[in-house]
């Protein structure tokens, strides 16, 4: 019954298509199959050598590293590497190695599957390269059309930037912690962000339906029409005012103002910035100083 064992395990050994090798604990070749005939070499050739004589000089270094890793924690390996037959060719080969072990489970060496795999790889990198080369003249083809399209490339190219930074800008608008509004020139608001619907209360709906004057207690209505022509010339304009929010609660902010041209529609901007943190530092700040002059006067 052995003998038939090895019979039929030498059969499927010598009559497959890829070469097998094992090796010892230090890399020296105990086994390698017929196919080493592929490389022009006899197994006799083989054993009794490092398996890394074989390997080109440029890939030994990955190769070892996963051999003494197998060696190691006898994990399966794969890896390619490229060896030289018996004429100086290069071939390719893709290994599937495992630990060896004895009968104490102690890993004595490694066994591999080395399948040539030339044909492929060379397949892959002529493939490779007509990719590159239509990629190539693909570009060359896109740049004469750029070129012959310069004005409307240079157009769509500006076109695209412009609303990638309108879109840039909005979204870092409505992501602000701050509340920002646009006010058109009766005081109505035209666009609120999220941060202003939570500051005061209100929806994003009611808030369109209301104005300045709806919100703030310090600017009267009558003022808004000298303030309008006022910014006209201006960059910005930075003052404090109070906003009322829906449930009453009114609370100090900081304004940021300035005018703007929309689509041709002139719209006032305002960054308004909650400052009742800062006033509550403030004023304990004046209370600190109160009590420490007084404090002092005593002595």
Do not use: C
Not at 149 to 174: F, G, Q, Y
């Amino acid at each position: 019954a052995l003998a038939e064992s090895e019979a039929k395990y030498r059969m499927l050994v010598e009559n497959t298509n890829d070469m097998m090798v094992s090796t010892d604990e230090r890399g020296v070749v105990t086994y390698a199959s017929p196919q080493a005939a592929r490389l022009g070499l006899a197994p006799q050739d083989i054993v009794g050598r490092d398996m890394l004589d074989f390997v080109l000089p440029e890939d030994r270094e990955r190769v070892a590293a996963d051999f003494g890793r197998t060696m190691t924690t006898g994990e399966e390996f794969p890896t390619e590497f490229r060896m030289l037959d018996a004429e100086g060719r290069v071939r390719w080969y893709e290994d599937i190695g495992r630990a060896l072990r004895d009968e104490e489970g102690r890993i004595v060496g490694l066994s591999g599957v080395l399948r040539d795999v030339t044909d492929r790889t060379l397949a892959e990198e002529e493939l490779e390269k007509a990719r590159n080369e239509l990629e190539r003249r693909v570009e060359e083809r896109t740049a004469e059309l750029h070129l012959m399209n310069d004005d409307l490339r240079r157009e769509i190219e500006e076109r695209k930037a412009a609303e990638e930074r309108l879109l840039l800008a909005e979204a870092s608008i409505d992501q602000s912690m701050d509340a920002t509004f646009w006010a058109a020139s009766d005081g109505r608001f035209v666009r609120v962000n999220d941060a202003a619907s939570r500051s005061l209360g209100y929806s994003r709906e009611e808030l369109l339906s209301m104005s300045v004057f709806d919100i703030d207690t310090v600017f009267k209505k009558d003022d808004w029409p000298s303030l309008w022509e006022e910014l006209g010339g201006e960059e910005s304009r930075v003052f404090e005012s109070v906003h009322r929010a829906k449930d009453g609660r009114e609370f100090p902010v900081e304004i940021s103002l300035s005018r703007v041209s929309v689509d041709g529609e002139a719209l006032l901007f305002a960054y308004a910035h909650d400052i009742s943190g800062r006033r509550s530092a403030e004023r304990a700040l004046r209370e600190s100083e109160e009590r420490y002059r007084t404090f002092v006067k005593k002595f």
